[in-house]
Structure formats: C-alpha cells, structure tokens
T-cell receptor, first 114, second 114 residues
C-alpha cells in the first residue's frame, strides 16, 4: 500500500525552464511534507518542506504547493539548472508527537539539459 | 559541523550471515532513524531511536534490529541475511525526536547479499 506516490519516474527539462514534480498521498493523517534531492552515492538532502496549514512555501528557486483537498503536492524549480539533475523524493510525516518517521514516494529522476 | 557518518560504506555478505551497520549522527542530534532503499520498494522506514529508546518501527521482520548508545551513535543489525536484504541502508539524524525537524542523511551503507 503506497501511501505516497510519485507517478512520474523521470522528467527531462531544458536549462532555464521550470521543472514541476508531482506527488500524491492517500493518508489523511499526513500533515507535514518534505522534498529531498538525492545524487548517486550520496544520502538524500533536504530541500524544502510545508506544513498542512499552508498551501505554499517558497525558498529561492524552489516552491512547494500543497492541495489538501486533492491530497496532492508539487515542487516547482525555477529556473532549472544542470546541477539540479538528481532524483527527487517526496516524503510525508504524520503526528509530530510520533517522532521522525517519514514515508517516501518512489522518486522522480530529473535531467536538466544544457 | 561534521555530517552524518556511516560505516562501513560497502559490505558483501552471504545468505544466513548477520551484519551490523553503524551510524554516527551530527553532534548534538539525539534522534537517529534508519531507512532501507531498494529499487523495487524505494525508501522505507526501518526504525527510529531517541535517547536510547526505539520510538517508531516500520514493517520489517524481527531479523532487523537496532540500538542507540548514550552518545547517540546507533547500530542496526540484520540477522540471517536473505538475498532480498541487498539494499542501501541510510541513517538520518535530527535534533529532537518530535516535531518536524529536518533530517540529515548519511551517505549510506551498500549491503550486497550473495
């Protein structure tokens, strides 16, 4: 039972254009969402997060949008740069008192072409 | 500040053996979580330790166990290894064991079971 899904396994985008990564979840108890970026042979690196009380959070070139009614979130990267080529994971957390358990999506591989 | 370190980085074992992986969190971090990454199942939560106590556990068999020491360093053990245990094992640390803290991941230990 995949509670967090990233339906696009890969995405190719031209340098300078927008990258849009999508993530869907099924568990209504999730109330905190994160995006991580992963290069080969490295651990995931935190990018940006959003609480369920917000619908948008922005940090530099990265913006995350949350649509709670649709149980959908997206990550926008503008403008895309070659160094953004990596695998991106969406993750969700429920019940802050329960600690740091994260449920991850399957990842989207992004290739930014120069 | 030094990041999360994991040892060893690579490990080859045979079926039926047992293995112990080690994780040193970022100084001052008290929560350590473990994740398994496989091509088929993605990133899956194994367990989390905070102040030497297991706070959360994922859906893994009892062959997977862990512990945390008073200096917050953590070990995970897998007994009676199976071929399907071949994976990248990631450790993540965060400052506290509750709330929405950014988790910092180590580079992982690549375990191959032959």
């Amino acid at each position: 039972d995949q509670q967090v899904k990233q339906n696009s396994p890969s995405l190719s985008v031209q340098e300078g254009r927008i990258s849009i990564l999508n993530c869907d979840y099924t568990n209504s108890m999730f109330d905190y969402f994160l995006w991580y970026k992963k290069y080969p042979a490295e651990g995931p690196t935190f990018l940006i997060s959003i609480s369920s009380i917000k619908d948008k959070n922005e940090d530099g070139r990265f913006t995350v949008f949350l649509n709670k009614s649709a149980k959908h979130l997206s990550l926008h990267i503008v403008p895309s740069q070659p160094g953004d080529s990596a695998v991106y994971f969406c993750a969700a957390s429920a019940d802050r008192a329960a600690g740091n358990k994260l449920t991850f999506g399957g990842g989207t591989r992004v290739l930014v072409k120069p | 500040k030094a990041g999360v370190t994991q040892t060893p980085r690579y490990l080859i074992k045979t079926r039926g053996q047992q293995v112990t992986l080690s994780c040193s969190p970022i100084s001052g971090h008290r929560s350590v979580s473990w994740y398994q990454q496989t091509p088929g199942q993605g990133l899956q939560f194994l367990f989390e330790y905070f102040s030497e106590t297991q706070r959360n556990k994922g859906n893994f068999p009892g062959r997977f166990s862990g512990r945390q020491f008073s200096n917050s360093r953590s070990e995970m053990n897998v007994s009676t290894l199976e071929l399907g245990d071949s994976a990248l094992y990631l450790c993540a640390s965060s400052q506290t064991g509750w709330g929405y803290n950014e988790q910092f991941f180590g580079p992982g230990t690549r375990l191959t079971v032959l």
